[in-house]
């Protein structure tokens, strides 16, 4: 495996949000109201569509409350959301209007929902990509010995083209001389479907002034007349018997060879400079909720000191004066506890997270003066402990709720048993008798579920019932609810009532599951809360109906089960593995598959497949078309558990995961799965799922022995790799693999990244931490508690002072790497960093 450069910054991109809702979509009137049609929204970096939403009801105000996680695997320009209304009777989608921010613009709406007014969507504005020029000046001696100057421009390449129509495009290039009174414009050639055309064509320009000027017709370059010219690259894809496409311009002004006659440099691609623009029709408004993070990750050395520092966080006596503890009271009244996530993520992969999860929860159960409001509150410890659990829990709750849920979305039965929300013609008993039916099954799967609850979380609930018997010793139940408000309250109720943020379902749910959903979610709540069985219990319930419908659960029976459930999971033996590690499943989802021994183009080449990769293998299967409980527009392609796969590759037997060069096969976002017989070469949607799917699959085959330390980027055809004109099909490869940042596959966890996210929040939080160590040094020589002080938790001052010391020197030498490392980054120009033009 390639060595990873020590030197090299990691930039690390990643957008979290939530599209909302839309209201009053559509022009305010006329036709074109879009009262009667159903509607959807796509995400888009730059032109290339990454997440689409289901397609919602017609109404001209859907609720969309869709959630969206991806990490962005390229450089763009622009973050789009586009909302479009599907159409019955025509072939294409109407795009509706967009929400487009700028990358340097996302920071203004971290974190917060906003309401954005929807623009037109001008096919003149959709652009992406990056285009390559030289520009140089040359003397010139003309016929009458006079010297003159000629531009010469150079059209070397173009890089991230997009689309069209799904295929690569046709494009072509017109490089235009623009000054007060010219315009000179010429034309490369057609390049082939192609989304990296190189052009390598040079066009000329004499540099002459206006007819009006009487003096010399050719003369010297002077500043005012640079300062009057510039040069127009636009890119067009050519549409033959169709309109030619517009797909970005740049333009450069002349006057940058004043001091360089040599200019060369990659600039990415602008919108069409059309002037002033028409004032559009109220198209509607968009709620978002956008969180972009951009992680400049510094070699893994330059760490060590803070991660250090955390990891020895669980040893520290008393547990607040821990790093890790600091940062989550300094970080509380900005971002609430959402700093400790990064610090729960480190302690896991280090197999430290269980002595600081007993210690801060030993810690809160100190200032709890009551046993029925246990690990109640949203606190340090309640935070650290659900951050946990969605972490290591995510496959057993597929295994425990998945195939239920799937079960109540496809089969889609009426339950709601409030008599205020039914409709005309239901029947409240029938609901009930459905709800009922629906909750059984789901309280089944989960106290039948212990033998596949993860072991760490057995392990945390273990101490976490030891503490509360040792706490309130009088109460023999107390031992229960503190693990019950963990497992029913915070993890299975939640998970039911939102299964979309857990990756149980693609989707948001329909308005009527989302109801069937949050009535079974509240009576798991109840049956699961240690002690709400109880006659007394009942009169919790503010609604009548839930009350009637609560008192069909009161059986022993239940309660033993409850009880019985939360002993397994909690009890004194620690689970011991059983030496055969559970299959589970890592991505699935739908590719196009290119076949074996196919000539080189052609689309019979390439066929759709579901493909699955588990911990053990990857396999792909025919797609079968399901409708899983989703209207008739929203048909998707389903995996279907049992079906015969067409091909499975054991994981031990894979060799190597790249990216496929473009040129291969003339497609976009390729990839090749290196194995002991021919590559299996797939395309994905696009490249954030293309960057997912080699991600996974190289992290759970990163340990096998004979992995490549070389590979080959294109497709061995027609007797030869079309890389490097090797004719041996068992050729050793021309390019060195990818270095894998090792990660724990299951978990996903990259500690350099998350070590810089614990940088990034002490340094965003640093006044906050100073005003911690004066409090602490005021205490110290006040010997008591300062009003000041009440921000914080502080127990022992000397040793919280002693600890935000060395956190203080520990973040000035990471600050002191980043700025050194500031330099190493690249310059303006450059393929990675190209300059953004001007615009008309």
């Known amino acids: 495996m390639a060595e990873e450069d020590d030197t090299k910054i990691r930039i690390l991109q990643s957008l979290r949000g939530k599209i909302c809702e839309a209201k009053n979509l559509g022009p305010s009137s006329g036709p074109n109201r879009l009262r009667d049609l159903c509607t959807f929204c796509t995400i888009g970096l730059d032109q290339e569509e990454v997440y689409r939403t289901k397609v919602y009801e017609k109404s001209v105000s859907p609720f969309y409350g869709e959630d969206f996680y991806f990490e962005i695997p390229r450089p763009f320009q622009c973050l789009s959301f586009y909302v479009y209304a599907k159409s019955m009777f025509q072939i294409r989608d109407l795009p509706v209007g967009k929400v487009a921010i700028r990358k340097e613009d996302l920071y203004k709406y971290c974190g917060k929902e906003n309401w954005f007014h929807l623009q037109p969507v001008d096919p003149n504005s959709e652009v992406q990509g990056k285009v390559h020029l030289e520009m140089k000046l040359n003397e010139l001696i003309t016929e009458n010995g006079s010297v003159c100057q000629q531009l010469v421009v150079q059209i070397i390449a173009c890089q991230g083209l997009p689309l069209i129509s799904g295929q690569n495009c046709d494009p072509y290039a017109t490089v235009t001389l623009v000054g007060p009174a010219r315009s000179d ?4 050639k057609v390049k082939k479907k192609t989304s990296d055309p190189q052009f390598e064509e040079t066009f000329h320009f004499e540099v002459t002034r206006s007819s009006s000027y009487k003096g010399r017709s050719h003369f010297q370059v002077e500043e005012e007349d640079i300062e009057k010219l510039e040069i127009k690259v636009e890119l067009w894809n050519n549409g033959n018997l169709a309109q030619d496409v517009f797909l970005g311009e740049t333009r450069v002004s002349v006057k940058i060879l004043r001091n360089d006659h040599l200019h060369k440099a990659w600039y ?33 050395a330059c760490y060590t000191a803070l991660r250090n520092l955390m990891l020895k966080s669980p040893d520290v006596k008393p547990i607040s004066a821990s790093a890790a503890h600091v940062l989550g009271d300094i970080c509380r009244e900005s971002l609430g506890y959402e700093a400790l996530l990064p610090v729960v993520r480190l302690l896991l992969h280090h197999n430290r997270l269980l002595p600081f999860l007993t210690a801060v929860a030993a810690l809160e159960l100190e200032n709890t003066q009551e046993a029925n409001t246990i690990f109640r509150g949203n606190s340090l410890a309640t935070r650290c402990i659900d951050d946990m659990m969605k972490i290591v829990g995510r496959s057993y709750l597929t295994v425990t709720l998945k195939p239920v849920l799937n079960e109540i979305f496809e089969s889609n039965k009426t339950c709601e048993i409030d008599p205020v929300k039914l409709k005309e013609g239901d029947n409240v008993e029938v609901n009930k008798e459905n709800l009922q039916g629906y909750v059984h099954k789901v309280f089944t799967s989960i106290t039948q579920s212990s033998s596949s609850c993860p072991p760490l979380m057995c392990d945390v609930f273990r101490s976490l019932r ?29 998970a039911v009532l939102s299964p979309h943020t857990f990756q149980l379902r693609s989707h948001h749910p329909d308005p009527e599951i989302s109801r069937t959903l949050t009535l079974i979610s509240k009576t798991i709540q109840s049956l699961g809360s240690w002690g709400s069985l109880s006659k007394n219990k009942l009169s919790s319930f503010k609604e009548t109906y839930m009350y009637d419908f ?33 299959s589970f499943v890592l991505k699935e989802g739908e590719v196009h598959k290119r076949a074996q021994g196919r000539k080189r183009i052609g689309k019979k080449n390439f066929k759709k497949r579901w493909l699955r990769v588990t911990n053990q293998e990857l396999s792909y299967h025919k797609q079968k078309v399901k409708r899983n409980g989703e209207r008739q527009q929203t048909s998707y392609w389903q995996y279907t558990p049992g079906k015969e796969a067409l091909c499975v590759i054991l994981v031990k037997n894979i060799l190597g995961v790249e990216k496929l060069e473009e040129g291969a096969f003339n497609r976009k976002n390729m990839f090749q799965v290196i194995h002991s017989e021919k590559p299996l070469y797939v395309q994905a949607g696009n490249c954030v799922e293309t960057n997912s799917w080699i991600e996974v699959l190289s992290q759970v085959s990163r340990c096998n022995p004979g992995r490549l330390s070389a590979f080959h980027p294109s497709a061995y055809v027609s007797g030869f790799w079309l890389c490097c004109k090797v004719p041996n099909e068992n050729a050793l490869g021309c390019k060195p693999c990818t270095a894998t940042v090792l990660a724990n596959i299951q978990l996903d966890i990259d500690c350099d990244r998350e070590t810089e996210r614990i940088f990034s929040f002490f340094s965003t939080n640093r006044s ?5 160590e004066d409090a602490c040094a005021g205490m110290s020589v006040y010997l008591g508690q300062q009003e000041e002080c009440s921000a914080f938790t502080i127990q022992d001052p000397k040793e919280t002072f002693r600890t935000i010391k060395e956190l203080g020197e520990v973040l000035d030498e990471l600050q002191a790497h980043h700025d050194s490392k500031g330099a190493l980054t690249d310059e303006p120009g450059t393929i990675a960093n190209p300059i953004v033009g001007k615009t008309a």
């Open 768 to 772: 906050r931490l100073q005003k911690m």
């Open 185 to 188: 414009q010429k034309k490369t």
């Open 466 to 494: 030891q503490l509360a018997s040792k706490r309130f010793p009088v109460d023999p139940h107390v031992q229960y609810s503190a693990v019950s408000s963990f497992i029913f309250l915070r993890f299975f109720a939640v």
């Open 550 to 582: 609560f008192k069909l659960f009161q059986e022993d029976e239940c309660i033993e089960k409850v009880k019985k459930f939360l002993d397994e999971i909690s009890s004194n033996v620690s689970k011991e593995s059983s030496g055969v590690e559970d």
């Open 268 to 300: 990415l691609l602008q919108p069409k400079g059309n002037g002033t623009k028409p004032k559009p029709d109220d198209l509607g408004s968009l709620r978002l909720k956008v969180t972009y993070t951009e992680d400049n990750v510094l070699p893994s």
